[in-house]
Nanobody
């Protein structure tokens, strides 16, 4: 059974940091991504990393968030620094074997259940 399981969310004050983890099981993937969704809003792209180590970030998180992966552990991370209240959302891990990176939700065929990040002002 293919699963993506996120962890690491929580409540943090503005300017604080959190590190999200996503562990994949049942399959290996070439590309991982993080998306987020705030209440009443569409799911939006945060960052992606592929098997070559190519990385893309949304403009809103550049310089503050870092995506990385540990291939041996089938795990992808999202280090979030300098958090802002507008970063508050449910964060979702996504993965695919079929392309090298995309900021479209439709490009990913495997999703985790999400982990909540709340940033207080």
């Amino acid at each position: 059974q293919v699963q993506l399981v996120e962890s690491g969310g929580g409540l943090v004050q503005a300017a604080g940091s959190l590190r999200l983890s996503c562990v994949a099981s049942g399959r290996t993937f070439s590309t991982y991504a993080w998306f987020r969704q705030a209440p009443g809003q569409e799911r939006e792209f945060v960052a992606t990393i592929n098997w070559r180590g190519d990385i893309t970030y949304a403009d809103s998180v550049k310089g503050r968030f870092t995506i990385s992966r540990d291939t041996a552990k089938n795990t992808v991370y999202l280090q979030m620094n300098s958090l802002k209240p507008e970063d508050t959302a449910s964060y979702y891990c996504a993965a695919t074997r079929y392309h090298s990176g995309s900021d479209y939700t439709s490009s990913y065929d495997n999703w985790g259940q999400g982990t909540q990040v709340t940033v207080s002002s």
